[in-house]
């Protein structure tokens, strides 16, 4: 953990301009991950997680335009890279698993071929034959060889999510940013394929950057966790830390609302009230209208950063925290 | 509504679809030195019914053929062979593949699908507005102000609020789970017969997620709206469904009653699926999943169970004989394995 960590984002702010005013999609997040980590994002639909991730690659749309903010890698700062140098980048350094296959997959050429291009656009980073190298990643994400030289629309859903798990493992790159990777998949093939990920990332010293809405996927792979609500990270700390002794009430919120499948069945927990409306973001902490342990001082001011250790939550009245213990 | 409150009561007894031996093949490209093409079985013979009100939940591994039996019943597919029978109470019952003009536009409009992707299933030049009220304007139900409420009242019953700041964008300024909402919206606005959900709610994160579950038994109970749910999520299932189905490459090997299943699972298959859900415990090691590893092979299977390759049971009987029938073996759910 000594040395400079290889990704580095401070106060990064995305605005999205709409015809109702500026949506805030990411506001003033600030976090790092070391080499060879998995940093886990979690949080509700809309909270911002695909933008804070499309942000980093600076694959944003029009639209949206980055206010603030810094991303290192390696000390680079590639918000202000030429677009040439960023190209060099992507892939190669730092690769992308996106939420949608529309974004990823090219309908009108086969998938095994789409692979290859993205490994002869890098041909740096695998000596490899590229048909060889797409074997080995068929073999890797569990997917049939001879699926290889089939198009977009003969495969699943989880089919396309495999091949696009694939697409970004095919160089090596530093970093993996997975944005709801596993949506598609049966427990056995994620379970295989968050195994393997695991497994590659240990020998390549990778890192990654894991977007999921599932605690349970979260808790598997993530050493790191980073709970997002409303365009603010709210809590981060050790994965084990944040499960066993979540600081803040929305994480304690998410945690609890677990369905089971083999326990007692017992009505399912829910979140109270409206997720925040982004064009009209709640004052104080824009957490307050939701939270079982607001107080007035919650409605009025930003709340403050409580530490325990390496885990910090931004709150005013962390629920039964014993300071630091 | 009347109508299909009406539709609800009448004829329980009759399901709302009976599904025989159902089966889609694809070609799986040409190879030069086979003298026939190569077939993908996506799905193989798969029979079952559906009762009015009933949600039958659909899982199984990835790429075993969900998404295209699920195609079949709202016919967006064409099967290779077996047929699809729909019965809404009113009429005969009638094999879909036969519907024609205003029938099949009626069937249309009772049989509603909410697409796996929501990315690739909306138009990127229509509001959200205008996607969501499609169906009303194609089956031409009601004038623009009262679609306005209608689409109004049904953003904000899938969680999209305040639903004015949603009316007028357009899909591409959605995050996926939102957008994913606005496909649920879209095929429950008609109140149809029923709706093949398409793992509806895979980006949503629990709390979104109850409320939408709500959302949809409260129709299933309301309105008598039957689901054909597919789904990887076993907690999912088991709180929206009253029945599972466990497809393996294109064929069902177990169906019963959900708690039935999740409390006794007989197949292999459905006992190694159970045994891999995930648990929101880091410091929790989940033993490695029973069943062999390796590739499903879809293509040309050969007529022995499907199972057999991967299967920690297996013995001769199974390899030599054909795949197994669906049966009772002294439990409630029935069961295609000669060693359950
Ligand atoms: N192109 C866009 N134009 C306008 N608003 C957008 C655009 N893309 C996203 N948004 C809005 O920004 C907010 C954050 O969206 P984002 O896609 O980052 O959420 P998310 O956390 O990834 O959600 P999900 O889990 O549902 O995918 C949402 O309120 C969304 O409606
Ligand atoms: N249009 C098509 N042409 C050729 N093959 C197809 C086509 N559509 C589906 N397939 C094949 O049929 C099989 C079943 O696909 P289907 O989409 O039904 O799977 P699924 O169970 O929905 O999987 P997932 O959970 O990954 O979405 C797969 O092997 C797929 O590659
Ligand atoms: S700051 Fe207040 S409103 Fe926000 S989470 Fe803490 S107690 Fe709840
Ligand atoms: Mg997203
Ligand atoms: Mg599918």
Same mark, same amino acid.
Do not use: W
């Given at each position: 953990m000594s040395g400079a960590p290889l990704l580095a984002v401070t106060d990064l702010t995305v605005d999205y301009h709409t015809r109702a005013g500026e949506v805030r999609a990411v506001d003033g997040v600030s976090f790092t991950v070391e080499t060879g980590q998995a940093l886990g994002l979690v949080g509700e639909s809309g909270c911002g997680k695909s933008s804070l991730a499309l942000a980093l690659l600076r694959l944003l749309p029009e639209s949206a335009q980055i206010r603030q903010g810094q991303v290192l890698l390696e000390g680079v700062d590639l918000l202000a890279l030429s677009a040439n140098d960023m190209r060099a980048y992507r892939w190669n350094r730092i690769a992308m698993v996106f939420q949608s296959a529309m974004n990823a997959l090219d309908p009108v050429y086969r998938v095994g071929d789409q692979i290859i291009e993205a490994l002869e656009q890098h041909p740096s980073a695998v000596s490899q034959d590229p048909a060889e190298r797409v074997r080995e990643l068929y073999d890797l994400v569990n997917l049939n060889h001879n699926s290889i030289d089939r198009y977009p629309h003969e495969y699943s859903g989880g089919m396309k999510q495999r091949a696009i798990i694939a697409m970004a493992l095919a160089c090596r790159p530093d970093l993996i940013i997975a944005d709801e990777p596993t949506t598609a998949l049966d427990v056995i093939v994620q379970d295989r394929i968050?195994?393997?990920?695991?497994?590659?990332?240990?020998?390549?010293?990778?890192?990654m950057l894991y977007v999921s809405h599932d605690m349970a996927v979260i808790a598997e792979v993530s050493d790191v966790v980073a709970v997002m609500y409303a365009g603010k990270i709210v809590e981060y700390g050790d994965a084990a830390a944040v499960f066993k002794r979540p600081i803040h009430p929305y994480t304690r919120a998410l945690m609890s609302s677990f369905p089971s499948v083999t326990g007692e069945k017992h009505d399912l927990a829910t979140l109270s009230g409206e997720p925040p409306n982004p064009l009209d973001l709640p004052s104080g902490c824009h957490f307050h209208p939701r939270c079982p342990f607001a107080t007035d001082v919650c409605k009025e001011q930003a709340p403050p950063t409580v530490r325990r250790g390496t885990q910090w939550a931004d709150c005013w009245n962390p629920p039964g925290d014993e300071a630091d213990g | 509504m009347a109508e299909t409150a009406q539709r609800a009561s009448a004829e329980d007894a009759r399901p709302l679809l009976t599904v025989e031996r159902l089966r889609k093949h694809f070609p799986a490209g040409k190879t030069r030195f086979r003298r026939h093409t190569p077939l993908v079985h996506a799905v193989d013979d798969v029979s079952f019914t559906l009762a009015r009100g009933e949600s039958l939940g659909l899982v199984g591994e990835s790429g075993c053929g969900k998404t295209t039996t699920g195609k079949m019943l709202v016919r967006l597919i064409e099967p290779t062979a077996g047929r699809v029978v729909f019965d809404d109470g009113a009429g005969q019952p009638t094999d879909i593949a036969t519907l024609r003009g205003k029938h099949l536009k009626e069937f249309r409009r009772h049989a509603q699908i909410i697409f796996q992707d929501p990315y690739e299933s909306m138009n990127p030049r229509r509001t959200i507005f205008d996607t969501i009220a499609e169906p009303l304007?194609?089956?031409?139900?009601?004038?623009?102000?009262?679609?306005?409420?209608?689409? +109004?009242?049904?953003?904000?019953?899938?969680?999209?609020?305040?639903?004015?700041?949603?009316?007028?964008r357009y899909p591409h300024e959605l995050s996926g789970g939102q957008r994913q909402r606005v496909a649920i919206a879209r095929a429950l606005i008609v109140e149809p017969a029923f709706v093949v959900a398409d793992e509806p709610t895979s980006m949503l994160d629990v709390s979104v997620r109850t409320g939408i579950m709500r959302l949809m038994?409260?129709?299933?109970?309301?309105?008598?709206?039957?689901?054909?749910?597919?789904?990887?999520?076993?907690?999912?299932?088991?709180?929206?469904?009253?029945?599972?189905?466990?497809?393996?490459?294109?064929?069902?090997?177990?169906?019963?009653? +959900?708690?039935?299943?999740?409390?006794?699972?007989?197949?292999?298959? +459905?006992?190694?699926?159970l045994s891999a859900v995930p648990v929101p415990d880091p410091t929790v090691e989940r033993p490695p999943v029973t069943i062999k590893g390796g590739v499903a092979r879809q293509v040309d299977p050969p007529a022995r169970c499907r199972f057999f390759d991967r299967c920690p049971l297996a013995d001769d009987s199974c390899e030599t004989n054909d795949h197994p029938p669906l049966e009772h073996k002294g439990q409630e759910q029935l069961v295609a394995c000669y060693k359950a």
């Open positions: 968050l195994r393997e990920l695991g497994n590659i990332r240990r020998e390549l010293n990778m890192s | 304007q194609v089956q031409k139900i009601g004038a623009l102000p009262e679609r306005l409420d209608r689409v +109004t009242e049904m953003l904000a019953l899938v969680g999209l609020t305040p639903p004015r700041t949603f009316l007028f038994s409260d129709l299933a109970a309301g309105l008598g709206i039957s689901y054909l749910y597919i789904t990887h999520d076993l907690a999912v299932a088991r709180y929206m469904c009253d029945r599972i189905a466990v497809m393996y490459l294109g064929k069902i090997v177990e169906i019963g009653a +959900t708690e039935e299943i999740l409390r006794s699972p007989q197949h292999p298959y +459905t006992q190694a699926l």
